[in-house]
């Protein structure tokens, strides 16, 4: 079977909704062994239920990835169940819509902390492991906001800026280790952050806000999460392995078509 993950160790941060969810979902149909890593109980429940109906095997653990030690202990656990980890994915995330004067100091910590600060505490808890193992992949979840100017996300596309640097600096220092990092880049994406962001911010105008969000992308719709992970599936499948120290948009066109 191509793209074999048959009892490969997948831990996947945010995976309780949206792209993580995706990717959790994904990765299980192809065998491997899920710890699913979020603060949403409920929503990492469904995903569990979700997957041990398909006939997968996934696991619960519940952190906040902004604080170190609560993630530390977190992927001990994981080690502790699993054995080891084979492959990270760091889709744990969260937006902000403002520009540089209307960005405040604290929402500014507060995407450092998740986005930057997360995706940096996952991996800081996994190397370790996977150096051990002497291999490992893994897959950070960047934005199209790292490589082109959007209006309104000073602090989200810094954020994700720093995730395409973080990546890249951790394949060239891991080489060695028989470890792959590599990042992936979406554009808008269909999830339910987005279906509650237009509610909240254009109350009776959601059908219009919908479809003039999905005509931003040049091929006229928004990605379905499924797209993200089946990107992800490959770049962390053993068929990939010649992969790493790269940033991969999926983005229906957006950077280069744009015009």
Same mark, same amino acid.
């Given at each position: 079977?191509?793209?074999?993950?048959? &009892?490969? $160790?997948?831990?996947?941060?945010?995976?309780?909704?949206?792209?993580?969810?995706?990717?959790?979902?994904?990765?299980?149909?192809?065998?491997?062994?899920? %710890?699913?890593?979020?603060?949403?109980?409920?929503? =990492?429940?469904?995903?569990?239920?979700?997957?041990?109906?398909?006939?997968?095997? %996934?696991?619960?653990?519940?952190? &906040? $990835?902004?604080?170190?030690?609560?993630?530390?202990?977190?992927?001990?656990?994981?080690?502790?169940?699993?054995?080891?980890?084979?492959?990270? $994915?760091?889709?744990?995330?969260?937006?902000?819509?403002? *520009?540089?004067? =209307?960005?405040?100091?604290?929402? #500014?910590?507060?995407?450092?902390? $998740?986005? @930057?600060?997360?995706?940096?505490?996952?991996?800081?808890?996994?190397?370790? !492991?996977?150096? *051990?193992? !002497? %291999?490992?992949?893994?897959?950070?979840?960047?934005?199209?906001?790292?490589?082109?100017?959007?209006?309104?996300?000073?602090?989200?596309?810094?954020?994700?800026?720093?995730?395409?640097?973080?990546?890249?600096?951790? %394949?060239?220092?891991?080489? *060695?280790?028989?470890?792959?990092?590599?990042?992936?880049?979406?554009?808008?994406?269909?999830?339910?952050?987005?279906?509650?962001?237009?509610?909240?911010?254009?109350?009776?105008?959601? @059908?219009?806000?919908?479809?003039?969000?999905?005509?931003? !992308?040049?091929?006229?719709?928004?990605?379905?999460?499924?797209?993200?992970?089946?990107?992800?599936?490959?770049?962390?499948?053993?068929?990939?392995? #010649?992969?790493?120290? &790269?940033?991969?948009?999926?983005?229906?066109?957006?950077?280069?078509?744009?015009?």
């Amino acid at each position: 079977m191509i793209f074999d993950y048959t &009892n490969k $160790v997948a831990v996947v941060t945010g995976g309780g909704s949206g792209i993580g969810r995706a990717i959790a979902e994904c990765f299980a149909k192809q065998g491997a062994l899920l %710890a699913i890593v979020d603060l949403n109980s409920e929503a =990492t429940k469904e995903v569990i239920k979700s997957i041990e109906t398909a006939g997968g095997v %996934a696991y619960a653990f519940f952190c &906040n $990835v902004a604080h170190q030690q609560e993630v530390l202990d977190t992927f001990q656990s994981i080690i502790t169940k699993l054995g080891r980890i084979d492959i990270l $994915v760091n889709s744990a995330g969260i937006a902000n819509v403002a *520009k540089l004067d =209307t960005t405040s100091e604290e929402d #500014f910590d507060k995407i450092m902390n $998740v986005n @930057v600060k997360g995706t940096y505490n996952a991996m800081y808890a996994s190397i370790q !492991q996977m150096k *051990k193992q !002497q %291999a490992g992949v893994i897959l950070n979840v960047a934005s199209i906001a790292s490589s082109v100017g959007l209006p309104d996300r000073f602090a989200y596309s810094m954020s994700k800026g720093a995730v395409v640097g973080m990546t890249l600096s951790v %394949a060239k220092d891991y080489l *060695k280790d028989g470890i792959r990092c590599n990042c992936i880049s979406p554009a808008r994406v269909h999830t339910p952050f987005v279906d509650g962001f237009i509610k909240n911010n254009y109350p009776g105008k959601e @059908v219009e806000m919908f479809d003039k969000l999905s005509k931003t !992308q040049p091929i006229g719709r928004m990605a379905k999460p499924i797209e993200i992970a089946y990107l992800a599936l490959y770049l962390c499948s053993d068929e990939a392995s #010649f992969i790493t120290g &790269n940033d991969y948009p999926i983005d229906g066109g957006f950077i280069k078509l744009n015009n």
